[in-house]
T-cell receptor, first 117, second 110 residues
Framework: DTAVSQTPKYLVTQMGNDKSIKCEQN?????MYWYKQDSKKFLKIMFS???????INETVPNRFSPKSPDKAHLNLHINSLELGDSAVYFC????????????????FGPGTRLTVL | LAKTTQPISMDSYEGQEVNITCSHNNIATNDYITWYQQFPSQGPRFIIQ???TKVTNEVASLFIPADRKSSTLSLPRVSLSDTAVYYC???????????FGQGTELSVKP
């Protein structure tokens, strides 16, 4: 009965590699997000998708490419990993029919801890 | 953009009331204020949301003054299990910026 799930939970890799993180939600929500949380707990939005369409794209290197095959899935692919990419990545979803609204409650996944060596 | 500012950390003891204030001087008319709680190794989870005055639920209360430039999350009689990071989020309408504060790390001691 997991609401928002992410795989893998931990990811350790070398600089320069390409990796993907998968996210799935079974809440029937139309909007999904990717957040990055650094070591200082700062939580920053990276992307938001509404029904498979990109609606928010913060200042993120183009090495990061989100893909939404359907509205229940939002995967994050990262090319040419760098040391500074080490962080915890959270996927989230919210009901917003046309994107996030001011009253939308976001439901977060458990996070993926990415370590780049 | 409604940037938010919170204290980085707070300490408390079991049974005390804890008040965490978030400043959001540039809040827009359509923005709501939402607080999230994050336990270690977990994703944030919703606690409470409000627009103005006072909102109360079974977990917390949220106080928002008339000018809405700040808000205060109030946790009554905290326990050890309330030790977590608390985030204040000011969110606008569709397509608006989702800006979390840096979070307040609350430590509750016996």
């Amino acid at each position: 009965d997991t609401a928002v799930s992410q795989t893998p939970k931990y990811l350790v890799t070398q600089m320069g590699n390409d990796k993907s993180i998968k996210c799935e939600q079974n809440l029937g929500h139309d909007t999904m997000y990717w957040y990055k949380q650094d070591s200082k707990k700062f939580l920053k939005i990276m992307f938001s998708y509404n029904n498979k369409e990109l609606i928010i794209n913060e200042t993120v290197p183009n090495r990061f490419s989100p893909k939404s095959p359907d509205k229940a899935h939002l995967n994050l692919h990262i090319n040419s990993l760098e040391l500074g990419d080490s962080a915890v990545y959270f996927c989230a979803s919210s009901p917003g029919l046309a994107g996030p609204t001011s009253t939308d409650t976001q439901y977060f996944g458990p996070g993926t801890r990415l370590t780049v060596l | 953009l409604a940037k938010t500012t919170q204290p980085i950390s707070m300490d408390s003891y079991e049974g005390q009331e804890v008040n965490i204030t978030c400043s959001h001087n540039n809040i827009a008319t359509n923005d709501y204020i939402t607080w999230y709680q994050q336990f270690p190794s977990q994703g944030p989870r919703f606690i409470i949301q409000g627009y103005k005055t006072k909102v109360t639920n079974e977990v917390a209360s949220l106080f928002i003054p008339a000018d809405r430039k700040s808000s205060t999350l109030s946790l009554p009689r905290v326990s050890l299990s309330d030790t977590a990071v608390y985030y204040c989020l000011v969110a606008g309408n569709q397509g608006g910026k989702l800006i979390f504060g840096q979070g307040t790390e609350l430590s509750v001691k016996p």
